[in-house]
């Protein structure tokens, strides 16, 4: 089966640091994304990652080991427009398909207080 | 904004009845790609499309089919619509249908079935 395990909730205040994990297990990988969503709004592209190792992105920074099939996000210098929902995203392989659809997480709501 | 765009942005309507939901992507994109959103299955990979031709199929029930047009825009078609219908749907884009390619979601269409 095809899996990804984030946590529900996280909450933080302004200015910290936070990272938020994701584990999964799928039928193959072609790489690991991560998306930012709003309530009630599209998810909006963070970052990827394909190799091992960090991905650093301005105040983002996504980090994976295929090995043990193990992604985290870390927000540095929270702001209160952080508050979103964030989405582990895995680009498995479809057997016998061609496809590159991407298998979501529930998603990590972040609450980002003052 | 992301460049895809989706039509309506609401949707009202009853049991037993169909709609279509219209999806533009990004210029130069040939991939599209709808998920459906509830509360509790998060995103979910309905089909995807490539210039013009299916590529993947994901969790997409008998009563829901798609099409993708000669000029690239591509539609939802609901049918037979249940209370559990009701979700936001959401297209995304990508220029080809590469593992590495970035999928870029539109706004979404929020369907209320009654």
């Known amino acids: 089966g095809q899996n990804i395990d984030q946590p529900t909730e996280m909450t933080a205040t302004e200015g910290a640091i936070v990272q938020i994990n994701c584990t999964y297990q799928?039928?193959?990988?072609?790489?690991l994304f991560w998306y930012q969503q709003h309530a009630g709004e599209a998810p909006t592209f963070l970052s990827y990652?394909?190799?091992?190792g960090l991905e650093e992105k301005g105040r983002f920074s996504s980090f994976l080991s295929r090995s043990k099939g193990y992604s985290y996000l870390l927000l540095k210098e929270l702001q209160m427009k952080d508050s979103a929902s964030y989405l582990c995203a895995v680009r498995g392989i479809h057997l016998n398909q061609a496809g590159t659809a991407l298998i979501f997480g529930k998603g990590t709501t972040l609450s980002v207080s003052s | 904004d992301s460049g895809v765009t989706q039509t309506p942005k609401h949707l009202i309507t009853a049991t037993g009845q169909r709609v279509t939901l219209r999806c533009s992507p990004r210029s130069g994109d040939l991939s599209v790609y709808w998920y459906q959103q509830s509360l509790d299955q998060g995103l979910q990979f309905l089909i995807q499309?490539?210039?013009?031709?299916?590529?993947a199929k994901g969790n997409i029930l008998e009563r829901f089919s798609a099409q993708q047009f000669p000029d690239l825009h591509s539609e939802l078609n609901l049918s037979s619509l249940e209370l559990g219908d009701s979700a936001l749907y959401f297209c995304?884009?990508?220029?080809?249908?590469?593992?590495?390619?970035?999928?870029?979601f539109g706004p979404g269409t929020r369907l209320l079935v009654l």
């Open positions: 799928t039928s193959g990988f072609n790489g």
């Open positions: 499309y490539y210039n013009g031709e299916e590529r």
């Open positions: 990652n394909v190799l091992d």
């Open positions: 995304a884009s990508s220029v080809t249908a590469g593992s590495l390619e970035t999928q870029y």
